[in-house]
């Protein structure tokens, strides 16, 4: 059984940052790309950044230049800065990573269950 984690939401101010981080757990072969994407209200979800296994990096433009994703292979896990936040951004960050469980072939994707970003003075 594989589930992924998400912590670090929160309330911060505009201009502020936060950290948000994923965690991987349970019978794991193999993890290709981890994401982030988020889903502001009344809107659909969308793609924030994804980083392959080897740490090539992609974003969506309102937040290039304020967030970085960053992984650690060993732990499992993804992060995200986010920095320089602004309202829009608030929204639910939910995490997905594409994951080979042990002794089975080909990827799935693993959804979070979410953490709330609120930017708010």
């Known amino acids: 059984q594989v589930q992924v984690v998400e912590s670090g939401g929160g309330l911060v101010q505009p201009g502020g940052s936060l950290r948000l981080s994923c965690a991987a757990s349970g019978s794991i072969g193999s993890i290709n790309n981890m994401g982030w994407y988020r889903q502001a209200p009344g809107k659909e979800r969308e793609l924030v950044a994804n980083i392959s296994s080897d740490g090539l990096t992609n974003y969506a433009g309102p937040v290039k230049g304020r967030f970085t994703i960053s992984r650690d292979n060993d732990k499992n896990t993804v992060y995200l800065q986010m920095n320089s936040l602004k309202p829009e951004d608030t929204a639910v960050y939910y995490c997905?990573?594409?994951?080979?469980?042990?002794?089975?072939?080909?990827?799935?994707?693993?959804w979070g269950k979410g953490t709330l970003v609120t930017v708010s003075s």
């Open positions: 997905n990573a594409n994951i080979r469980a042990r002794f089975t072939y080909g990827g799935m994707d693993y």
